[in-house]
């Protein structure tokens, strides 16, 4: 199972782009990389997942490199309603089942954003 | 749409005891996740079930904690008996089965915070 390295935490202001950096150097082939936002006292929220090249979707960017070894979340003009975790994890759809194999988790980035 | 409901928000029970957790995946999920982060540490995997089947229950810390989905709907997660170490926030996913994008999103619901005492 691919493991994930993210930076710890981040700091950032209204208005600038926030860049987050996942390492996955052992990913596997079948293997998407999916991000999530997780607030205090609530559930992971999905925000984008993507396999190879750019996904953009109305709330972020996903830049995955050709070696797919590493991903970056871009979230433009962040607001302080973004100050949250983020984590980003890396697995395989089931043939069998058509779920996920288990995620894992790892500590994620804290991203607080500033006035 | 509704989302993944997970009931009770918050227990409190004194070590010895048994507490039930219930999640009700968003209508027509197949795929069920448990998943808990207890104080301090990373988001850890529990189990996972298709429908009423446990795809993988190799998270499930020990023979203490029993999870069922009866009928493919809801499922419950029972520790019994409750130790300390089992205080954390336990989180239920779903996500739909098969391909295209749906299959590999999984949706949370807000956690069960549970005390042991």
């Known amino acids: 199972l691919a493991k994930t390295t993210q930076p710890i935490s981040m700091d950032s202001y209204e208005g600038q782009e926030v860049n987050i950096t996942c390492s996955h150097n052992?990913?596997?082939?079948?293997?998407?990389i999916t991000w999530y936002q997780q607030f205090p006292s609530q559930g992971p929220r999905f925000i984008i997942q993507?396999?190879?090249t750019k996904v953009t979707n109305e709330v972020a960017s996903l830049f995955i490199p050709a070696d797919r070894k590493s991903s970056t979340l871009s979230l433009p003009r962040v607001s302080l309603s973004d100050t949250a975790v983020y984590y980003c994890l890396v697995g395989a759809l089931s043939l069998i089942s058509g779920g996920y194999n288990k995620l894992i988790f790892g500590a994620g980035t804290r991203l607080a954003v500033h006035p | 749409e509704a989302g993944v409901t997970q009931f009770p928000s918050h227990s409190v029970i004194e070590k010895g005891q048994t507490v039930t957790l219930r999640c009700d995946p968003i209508s027509g999920h197949d795929n069920l996740y448990w998943y808990r982060r207890v104080m301090g540490k990373e988001i850890k995997f529990l189990l996972h079930f298709v429908k009423e089947s446990k795809q993988d229950e190799s998270g499930m810390p020990n023979n203490r904690f029993l999870a069922e989905r009866t009928g493919g709907t809801y499922s419950t997660l029972k520790v019994q008996p409750a130790e300390l170490e089992d205080s954390g926030v336990y989180f239920c996913?779903?996500?739909?089965?098969?391909?295209?994008?749906?299959?590999?999103?999984?949706?949370f619901g807000a956690g069960s915070r549970l005390t042991v005492l």
């Open positions: 996913a779903s996500s739909q089965v098969g391909g295209g994008p749906g299959a590999n999103v999984l949706t």
């Open positions: 993507g396999y190879k």
């Open positions: 052992n990913i596997a082939t079948n293997d998407y």
